[in-house]
């Protein structure tokens, strides 16, 4: 090991990689309506140390219906749950767009994410120079609602007599 | 006025009226599937001091497709802007739930009042006894993204060339 | 009856007043993003057929996440539902645009619709004019996912074992 | 090509790799709220047709705040359109449940998906045996709100004044 500094438990390689997917990611955005690039892309937790880390990424995908569309962290995340990842692989997760201000997921993406990250998962957000401010995922969504928060259906059905 | 105490700006009758007005809404959900019913209610800024608020309150709207479905608190929310309402004519929104928690808005909800809401608006968490939990907007959803983020569509068209 | 001819159950009368409301619902429209106003409205069976028909309205609300946004149908219907109606209650629903051709419900309207909307309930799409191009509820959304056809709870239980 | 017959254009052997994949896909669901498991199954073309075919898998990624999850169908064509692929490149979708009957898309994702398949693109539902129903996309999404219907922005600003 020999002290590597950390951010969040990140290295220098990974973050630079986490800004260089991001980054990347917006090129494969799909938005002729808001013209607003974003990228995503979700570190994954290596099981083995001295392999490279696996990193997917994302970008938004708008529609002619504003509200079907979908945003780069949720296609990042949506892929890999669909290839087996699942709460507990995920190490950080980076977003990206084309505005020098550091850009902050959506309150539905950070509740999409708040299913699978855990709380004190890292968030970086890069401007466009690849900049980055970086929060926890229980910074960005505080008193959420998570998966344990449904009671269980017996109790729910319970209630309804 | 005689200094009756406020909380978040609001005098005691007000938040009995958000309490009551959010419970009894948990009537109208419609949620066949979650079985997990949930209230809302908007408290509206009266022009007028001497005539009693108006609230609109709202129920969670379910769907055979669960994403399809839509919260209580959009719902209370889209009623008010089709009836008129904009920024600045919201003092408080209220959530209602049958649990003894005190249950937060999602994360998309989040995003939706922040379109809306001043961000020192009060949000109240009423539990099944109507206890209540109560935070701002701008506590619930930190370093949020909303109409003032995205830059003017000519900057963006030129970012494009 | 003395012969007044209906359009898909509905009277001249009737009509009229789903073509005024869902033309004026355009003027509560939330679009900063897309310019694009939507009208809606809904029109509530009568109980009592000598009294006027309520007719409900929506508009579009977009978010500057574009996906956290609603649509004018879904708004009217959420509306609706948290007023205590319920499926059987609705004898028809008008739609309305600024443009001169027929602008249908986008999909996601189509299924939210659909849970509280029998097969042959008329949909109206006005153009900007007031004239008007008319579908059933199963034209437009053949083939469709409602509340039957969810199995049991219990049989998905068993199929996990 | 010494004439295999084609079903919307799919060889036989395209039709059982669009069915494993759909089938498959299954397995990656999330969905503890719905229990309802759905995969899917996205054929691109080949632009050799030498090459077997590229088939992208998709599952229907559910979240405590019902609205906030993600279908099977849309999953698929993020992670299409993150990987580059535009329209013109879908050959087919498949859709795949653990049900005895056909189970279609719902409106939100037959919208999302108009946005990037042709009129006639084939939609595959096949159901827990592997048999199958198959509609274009016209058919499931008649009259529908794509791409092209909303005006030139410059139209709608001059609605404005
Ligand atoms: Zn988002
Ligand atoms: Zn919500
Ligand atoms: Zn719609
Ligand atoms: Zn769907």
Known sequence: EGGEE????????????????????????????????VGAALLIRSSNPGIFDHIIRGANVENASYPVGTCAERVAMGHAIASGYRKADFKAIGVATDQLDFCSPCGMCRQ???????????????NREGE????????????SFGPEALPPREMLEGQRK
Request: aromatic share 16%.
């Open 112 to 126: 999409f994410l708040r299913e699978f990250l855990d709380l004190d998962t890292p968030i970086f957000m890069f």
């Open 6 to 37: 950390k951010i969040h438990g990140l290295t220098h390689t990974e973050i630079s990689n986490l800004r260089a997917t991001s980054l990347k990611a917006r090129d494969f955005a799909y938005c002729p309506y808001s013209l607003f690039r």
């Open 132 to 143: 980055y401010e970086v929060k926890t995922m229980g910074q960005l969504l505080p008193l």
